[in-house]
């Protein structure tokens, strides 16, 4: 077993049995289910909006280098500079090269998990440059050095009393209770930063390719700022997030809205086209769109889980899932947790690697209700197990169907195999729950079923005669 | 090669095999047909909106109520000005910030405060110390409560965002149904010279990045008022 799966399964043995992990995920939890469901049945039909969600990104998905086009024809018509990046080495060093070129010294960034999937802070920071998350979340958990928790809720994992300590000892504020106060001290820090700061960087929920525009969904208005006051935006975009259209959104926002946060629609969505224009008041000088592929044309290549592009990063599938919610979000150790973290990790990153994720599921199901563009999550986790399966399949279990189909093949080799089972299963009691019991995994804390010395078999012959 | 063609030839290796439509795959929640053509009316499926004035009244002001924003219809310009004077008064403004427009012009004069104007470059700290920014909008979406707004609209990005009370002056011809209508009518007003930034703004800056619990005015405005005239 690779490192990384070993390290996965310790670290989720230790959260599953932590009962204060799982209270303060209930608790965050809790609250967003009753509010999504409300938001929900406000829709008058929710399950035909998910399938027109899902036809509309199957048609920009499968329809990429024609939607990509468009995006950039228009988007660079009005002043914007768009660079095309492979992978993420080649996007950290052009903004790092931007940077370089405007003397940039301190940026801005709003909330982008493709900016944690390439680790663009770090290259920033690297570079000389100070880098702050202005997203409240994001914020406390850059203070901790510690990546998100949840791909909408950075900081669900923490308590009030914890972030009072962080702020305490980070910035020297009075310690407090309120959540309020908390914000505010939060408000007041930041506020400094992006008045002073040069450069912001922002990711993007949406880019329209009819009308050129890249769509910004945030809450707290750090979206905004961080795209309105420094003198160069940078916004760093999957190639995956076109629409066809700007009446989509019409339709993808308040879902993101009610999935996402369980909101009827966040608080600032923003469509931004171009730098600042000619008879402006303000803007950017200067407005650069990375559009990031990072292993996603090879996601596309595979027609059987294309779909899983679809997604809208709403955080909806890690809310209802039953591992999440046990093993919380560092467990994952990658950048998109849940399931769809499982899903696609495994592509970003290397199959054999990360396949464990995979296996670390119920296949419940829950996520591919809850997905409001129907990625068919959980058969796309199997799918993932038979694919590692065939790249290297493990000799024991090999060998142990091989005998299963010898034993299921023979009658009589069957029944004398029950019959050994019920006697063979006395002496089980000696090592039972041991290390060298071959149940082990089943019996360290469980009891392990019985085989009854007379079969349905036995019953049924009885009966019969 | 370019890194745009190298990616756009790997887009088109990868969609030479064609993926299943949405709805055709079998399992739970996938049993609905997908549709002929790429559906494009929304309306059926997104929350109802009455027809008539008052209903889509009734709705923005049930929305604002829910998402703390304080919406008043005033009846005229007296009623407007009585309530900008009041609001000031209770909130103790020193000055605020605003940009040339027909409602606008009309609210900083009766104010009678000092005033910062964005319609040319500003400074930034100047618009920081300001205790409301007071914008026009291009329209009110009553299935949401949000407000649509644009550089161009409302005086540039950061006049709406960075004081701490926004105030929006609107008219009643403005309230639209839904946001379908929202998109058509910024389509239908800029066709095709957008402004460099178009938002929809729904209710007060806030986040629940503590705890789950609502704190109003994370980095943008603590309040958002929107009189309707």
Redesign the interface.
């Known amino acids: 077993m690779s490192t990384i799966a070993q390290t996965f399964k310790e670290t989720a043995r230790r959260l599953t049995r932590d009962l204060r992990h799982r209270s303060l995920i209930q ?2 939890l809790g ?2 289910y009753v509010g999504r469901d409300e938001k929900k049945g ?11 969600a ?6 920009a ?5 024609t939607y ?2 468009e995006f950039v024809k228009k988007i660079e018509a ?1 002043g914007t500079k768009v660079f ?3 992978t993420g080495q ?1 996007a950290c060093d052009y903004i790092v090269e931007v940077a370089k070129k405007h003397r940039v010294r301190s940026i801005v960034k709003s909330k982008a998990m493709t900016g944690e999937e390439i680790h663009l802070a770090q290259a920033l920071e690297k570079s000389g440059v100070e880098v702050v998350e ?4 994001e914020y ?1 958990v850059q203070l901790r050095e510690e990546p998100p928790y949840h791909i909408v ?4 994992h ?3 009393h914890e ?1 009072s300590d962080l702020f305490n000892k980070k910035l020297g504020s009075a310690p407090t209770d309120s ?2 106060e ?3 001290i ?2 007041r820090t ?2 400094k930063k ?2 002073a700061a040069d450069m912001g960087i922002s990711g993007a929920n949406f880019a329209v390719a009819e ?1 050129g ?1 890249i769509s910004l969904t945030t ?4 979206g ?2 961080s ?3 420094p003198r160069i935006h940078v916004a760093l975009i999957g ?1 995956e997030k076109v629409l ?4 989509d ?3 993808f ?2 879902m993101l809205a009610t999935v996402g ?1 369980a ?15 000619e008879g ?4 950017p000088e200067e ?1 650069h769109v990375v ?1 990031l ?1 990072n292993g996603r ?2 996601l ?2 595979d ?2 889980q ?2 899983t592009l ?1 997604c809208i990063r709403c955080g909806g599938c890690l809310n209802v899932c039953p591992i999440y919610k046990n093993i919380g979000g560092h467990t994952y150790a990658t950048t998109y947790m849940g399931p769809i973290g499982s899903v696609l990790t495994p592509h970003l990153r290397g199959l054999m690697e990360w396949k464990h994720l995979s296996f670390a599921s119920s296949l419940c ?1 829950a996520c ?2 809850a997905c409001p563009v ?1 990625i ?1 999550l959980h ?1 796309h986790l199997l799918q993932n197990r038979r694919n590692a399966i065939r790249c290297k399949s493990p000799w024991w279990e090999k060998l142990i169907f091989q005998g299963f189909v010898i034993l299921m093949n023979r009658p009589l080799l069957y029944r004398l195999g029950v019959k050994f089972g019920w006697f063979g299963q006395k002496f089980h009691g000696l090592i039972k729950g041991t290390k060298i019991d071959p149940m082990y995994a089943w019996t360290q804390s469980r009891e392990a079923p019985q085989l009854a010395l007379h079969t349905f078999k036995d019953y049924w012959r009885r009966r019969q005669s | 090669m370019s890194e745009r063609e190298q990616i756009l030839g790997r887009i088109r290796e990868a969609l030479r095999v064609a993926a299943p439509k949405p709805g055709l795959l079998s399992g739970p929640g996938q049993r609905v047909p997908a549709h002929e053509k790429r559906p494009t009316d929304f309306k059926p499926w997104l929350p109802a909106v009455g027809d008539s004035f008052d209903e889509r009244a009734a709705l923005f002001a049930k929305n604002s109520a829910e998402l703390k924003t304080d919406f008043q219809l005033v009846a005229n310009r007296n009623e407007l000005q009585d309530k900008l004077l009041a609001l000031a008064h209770a909130e103790g403004w020193k000055k605020i910030a605003t940009h040339a427009g027909e409602m606008t012009n009309f609210a900083f004069a009766a104010l009678g405060l000092p005033v910062l104007q964005t319609g040319a470059r500003y400074n930034l700290s100047e618009l920081e110390s300001c205790d409301a920014g007071i914008t026009e909008c291009d329209a009110l979406v009553a299935q949401t409560g949000s407000v649509v707004l644009t550089t161009r609209s409302a005086g540039g990005r950061a006049l709406s965002v960075l004081p701490p009370h926004h105030v929006v002056l609107a008219h009643r011809d403005q309230l639209l149904r839904d946001l379908p209508a929202a998109f058509a009518a910024l389509k239908n007003c800029y066709g095709s010279n957008y402004p460099s930034m178009m938002c929809l703004i729904t209710g007060p800056s806030r986040t629940g990045d503590i705890e789950r619990i609502l704190v109003l005015g994370a980095h943008g405005p603590k309040k958002l008022t929107v009189f309707c005239m």
């Open positions: 608790n965050a609250k967003y406000r829709f008058q039909n929710w399950q035909e909006a998910r399938q027109a899902a036809e509309i990104k199957w048609e998905v499968n329809h990429l280098d990509l086009q009005r095309w990046a492979s080649q202005s997203d409240l979340g406390i809720f950075p900081a669900m923490l308590t009030r972030i959540p309020e908390l914000t505010m939060a408000r930041l506020r992006y008045c009308t525009m809450n707290e208005g750090n905004r700022l795209t309105s006051l190639i066809p259209t700007l009446d959104l019409a339709l926002l308040p946060a909101q009827m629609l966040s608080c600032y969505n923003t469509l931004i086209g171009g730098p600042r224009q402006e008041a303000d803007g407005f559009l592929d044309t090879r596309l290549a027609a059987e294309r779909d679809h199901g591919t209700e129907k068919d058969h």
